[in-house]
């Protein structure tokens, strides 16, 4: 069985495909056998690029792969409703299990946060938990990060997980906000690195105009 990397976020639009992106490309350098799973997509119809394909485009040599996908664009569990439909989180934590065996590495990204319900009695919290996971938390580095990243890491401790952090969107000249919140982060939890922030990068668009790499702080 592979190491399992589970990635969160302290809210949505963070960066967590960026940073799985990040992870997946230091362990393809690292020479793993590297796999993503996105279990569930959300506000996407079939045939739009999701988040796994971004990770695919950026880490090559990483198999990328997603298990279910609603359109509506709501936490996983409620776009499943809207659909008339539940995620079966049995089903998608063995295809994860499945993959771990497959390979070295196996990253998996959430939706939202690390309370968003997968399934009608499954969160994040409890699918990392499931799957026996390292757990990543991407963090913003600007203001009103000190406190959803302590109610993050306040959340996940007491479920018996072990954040590690990742500060995502690092600017190329931090100001007394982000070098101070850092600074405040490092005592919350330990900090993997900070991501660069690169010019044009979309990821709803596909586009990765530089590699994103995590850099220690
Ligand atoms: N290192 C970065 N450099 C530049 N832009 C970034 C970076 N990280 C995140 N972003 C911006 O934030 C957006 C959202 O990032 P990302 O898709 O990784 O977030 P997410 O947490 O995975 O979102 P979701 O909850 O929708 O899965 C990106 O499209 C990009 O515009
Ligand atoms: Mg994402």
Known sequence: ????????????????????????????????????FKPVQT??????????????????GCR???GVRFA???????????????????ALRLRALDLARECDTLI????????????DAVD??????????????ATRPTLGTLNHTALTVEAARRR???PALVVCNWPAEPALTETTNLEQLKEMA????????????????????ATPVIVPA
């Open 1 to 36: 069985m592979g190491r399992i990397r589970f990635v969160t976020g302290t809210d949505t639009g963070v960066g967590k495909t960026v940073l799985a992106a990040a992870l997946a490309v230091q362990s393809v350098a690292d020479g793993a056998a590297t796999c993503y």
């Open 43 to 60: 506000g996407l119809q079939p045939g739009e690029p999701g988040d796994a394909d971004f990770v695919a485009s950026v880490a090559a």
């Open 64 to 66: 990328a792969e997603e």
């Open 72 to 90: 509506a664009p709501l936490a996983p569990a409620v776009a499943a409703a809207v659909a008339g439909e539940k995620v079966d989180a049995e």
């Open 108 to 119: 998996v990204e959430g939706a939202g946060g690390l309370l968003v319900l997968l399934s």
């Open 124 to 137: 994040m919290a409890d699918f990392a938990s499931g799957l026996d996971a390292e757990l990543v938390v």
């Open 160 to 162: 018996g997980l072990d």
């Open 190 to 209: 330990p900090v993997i690195g900070v991501i660069p922030a690169i010019d044009g990068l979309d990821v709803e668009s596909g586009g990765a105009p």
